[in-house]
């Protein structure tokens, strides 16, 4: 059965210390949130510099496969190019909030 999200997408503020990290350095969320996912950190930091929506839809489809999280590709398309900053925090109180975080 499906899940839904532990945070909401616009509740950024829900975790302190993701939302300050993903405001001041945008690039190190990513790669934590990489490497906590079992990618390459590093690859997708870089990628992010380049076109930060790519990176941060990549992580959210794999955590939504990874949790069993309800949504669709296009839903995660729109959501991760309109709102990338909230997205990556999403993902990355996600992946914490599971207990797969390095943190």
Known sequence: MASEWKQGLFNCFGDWEVCCC????????????????????????????????????LLRQE?????NIEGETVEDVGTSVCCTA??????AVEIKERGDSSK
């Open 22 to 57: 993903g405001l001041c350095c945008g690039p190190c969320l990513t790669y934590g949130t990489a490497n906590d996912l079992g990618k390459s950190g590093l690859l997708y930091c870089l990628l992010g510099c380049i076109m930060p929506c790519i990176p941060t839809l």
């Open 63 to 67: 955590a939504r496969e990874r949790y």
């Open 86 to 91: 909230c997205v990556m925090c999403q993902t």
